[in-house]
């Protein structure tokens, strides 16, 4: 437990470092803070904050020639098992394959206020594959653990999304995807919305998801969601 919790604490620290000079200013390309809020934290088209509001934080750290990074990052949620506080530590590489830009990432979430005796923690492992022609951007997402955090154990998650730039300021986009998870709910989820770009590090979001396994209870059901994210 201790060492968990150096862990949480070491990314809050990390994040709080490095939004300083970011937030005044700084042009480093090796850095990058993002904060952002939104009316539901919607995560593989369900919500973990049972339909609430939440607030996020986030640090990445990049190579200079930006193919591997390290990134952590603490949010707000609402879970099952007692949690209201989400951190994570992620490391990953992006590199370009055959003009396909490749994505690959190993990712730990840690629940530091969870109910005692509830499996607070898991690994998380993704792999993208996106190709953009024009104003036209697809992506294919793989996302595997083999034990999730609360009651439920191994999962597999199968997306895929589909973007449209609009214009330099607008862009639609629509995905759908499929959660398969030992000992809980299988189902599909999917949702549509536009992305307006404010200001070089401002983004806003109107979403609206909805899965086919409403009868599960308020996490699964559909919802429209507005939500802000800043990035400097």
């Known amino acids: 437990m201790k060492t968990k919790l150096l862990l949480a604490a070491s990314a809050a620290t990390v994040a709080a470092a490095a939004a300083t000079p970011a937030l005044a200013g700084d042009t480093d390309k090796n850095w990058t803070v993002s904060l952002g809020a939104a009316t539901d ?19 990445e750290w990049r190579t200079e020639d930006e193919m591997f990074y390290v990134a952590a990052g603490a949010a707000r949620v609402k879970q099952s098992f007692g949690a209201e506080i989400e951190t994570e530590v992620r490391v990953g590489a992006r590199p370009e394959v055959a003009g396909f830009e490749v994505a690959l990432e190993a990712m730990y979430r840690y629940y530091p206020d969870a109910d005692d005796g509830t499996d607070n923690e898991y690994w998380e492992f993704t792999g993208d594959v996106s190709r953009t022609v024009g104003p036209i951007s697809g992506r294919l997402r793989v996302q595997y653990s083999p034990d999730n955090a609360g009651g439920s154990h191994a999962f597999t998650y199968y997306e895929a999304r589909g973007t449209y730039k609009i214009s330099s300021k607008f862009k639609a986009s629509a995905a759908v995807g499929r959660r398969e998870t030992e000992d809980s709910v299988d189902y599909t989820a999917w949702n549509a919305g536009i992305t307006f770009k404010a200001t070089d590090h401002i983004d806003l979001d109107l979403r609206w998801y909805d899965t086919d396994a409403n009868s599960y209870g308020e996490n699964y059901e559909e919802a429209l969601v507005a939500g802000v994210a800043f990035k400097f």
């Open 41 to 59: 934290y919607r995560s593989k088209g369900t919500s973990k904050t049972m339909g609430e509001p939440y607030a996020y934080g986030s640090v």
